[in-house]
């Protein structure tokens, strides 16, 4: 069975920096888009980063120049970068994994941007 596990958030201050993590297993990491998405409080999750599997990537505007996504293959492994974080940065962050119908996500992890 597919799993995806986010690991890295937590409580950073305002222009501060963290670096998710989220690990698959039991699946066919390298063939699959990886994707962080987020969702605020009372707000739609939004998808805030996308890589394609030729490590092609798009962001959401608000987070361009701030945020980096990558993926590492032989761990089975997509990051998401955040720096210069902003308190509406704060939301739960999900990791999808997608090859055609077969969509995955994880759990979440929360982040949270306060002083």
């Known amino acids: 069975q597919v799993q995806l596990v986010e690991s890295g958030g937590g409580l950073a201050q305002p222009g501060g920096s963290l670096r998710l993590s989220c690990a698959a297993s039991?699946?066919?990491?390298?063939?699959?888009?990886m994707a962080w998405y987020r969702q605020a409080p009372g707000k739609q999750r939004e998808l805030v980063a996308i890589?394609?599997?030729?490590?092609?990537?798009n962001y959401l505007d608000s987070v361009k120049g701030r945020f980096t996504i990558s993926r590492d293959n032989a761990k089975n492994t997509v990051y998401l970068q955040m720096n210069s974080l902003k308190s509406e940065d704060t939301a739960v962050y999900y990791c999808?994994?997608?090859?055609?119908?077969?969509?995955?996500w994880g759990q979440g992890t929360q982040v949270t941007v306060s002083s």
């Open positions: 890589i394609t599997s030729g490590d092609s990537t």
């Open positions: 039991e699946m066919i990491f390298s063939r699959y888009y």
């Open positions: 999808n994994a997608a090859l055609g119908v077969r969509i995955y």
